[in-house]
């Protein structure tokens, strides 16, 4: 399986902060790298694909980049309602795997 | 509108067996695979596999494979996620979910059931 390495595991940032997230791939994944959204009690929602593609619906402060191995995340001002949990996942190869996600606070 | 609905919360014993469903709408559900991701308590996302309900081919994640059953009636739209003898490690939410490309089989995901919460327990 390709391993799918995220950071911070958590973090607390302030409204208005940019946030940002790294995945890292252990094998090259070329562009297919997704973002996902899961707040509490919900199910996640799809935030980008292809390493860069906002999804139809998704606020325009949310962005990623990256190819290869190293991805990127980025919120460029924080909202109350970002408090969430972050997952990458590269679908690549099957099984498409899913980082350990990355839990976001609001101070 | 596009949309998955699945079935309810259950409460099952260690060695029972259980078959839970998502039914899709809105959409030609023969023509896209749909697949199940399963979150553990406090945990993250862990893909299961997925089915192409036109054919009912089936793919499984390696974790997976001879855990779970993975199976399709187009004709009614439903997609389902049975064990044949569950364990307390099954205690988990189960999402059902829609790649986003017609025919791709490992897409993202961009339509999600609400989920249903398995828990097995003596």
């Known amino acids: 399986d390709n391993q799918m390495t995220q950071s911070p595991s958590s973090l607390s940032a302030s409204v208005g902060d940019r946030v940002t997230i790294t995945c890292r791939a252990s094998?090259?994944?070329?562009?297919?790298l997704n973002w996902y959204q899961q707040k509490t009690g919900n199910a996640p929602n799809l935030l980008i694909y292809?390493?860069?593609s906002l999804q139809s619906g998704v606020p325009s402060r949310f962005s990623g980049s990256g190819s290869g191995t190293d991805f990127t995340l980025t919120i460029s001002s924080l909202q109350p309602e970002d408090s969430a949990s972050y997952y990458c996942?590269?679908?690549?190869?099957?099984?498409?795997?899913f980082g350990q996600g990355t839990k976001v606070e609001i101070k | 509108e596009v949309q998955l609905v699945q079935s309810g919360a259950e409460v099952k014993k260690p060695g029972e067996s259980l078959k839970i469903s998502c039914q899709g709408s809105g959409y030609s559900f023969s023509t896209y695979w749909i697949g199940w991701v399963r979150q553990m308590p406090g945990k993250g996302l862990e893909w299961m596999g997925v089915?192409?309900?036109?054919?009912?081919?089936?793919r499984y994640g390696p974790s997976f494979q001879g855990q779970v059953t993975i199976s399709a009636d187009k004709s009614i739209s439903t997609a389902y996620l049975q064990w044949s003898s569950l364990k307390a490690s099954d205690t988990a939410m189960y999402f059902c979910a829609r790649p986003r490309g017609v025919g791709a089989s490992i897409d993202p995901f961009d339509i999600w059931g609400q989920g249903t919460m398995v828990t097995v327990s003596s």
């Open positions: 094998q090259a994944i070329s562009n297919y």
């Open positions: 996942q590269q679908s690549h190869t099957t099984p498409p795997t």
């Open positions: 089915i192409y309900p036109g054919d009912s081919d089936t």
């Open positions: 292809g390493a860069s």
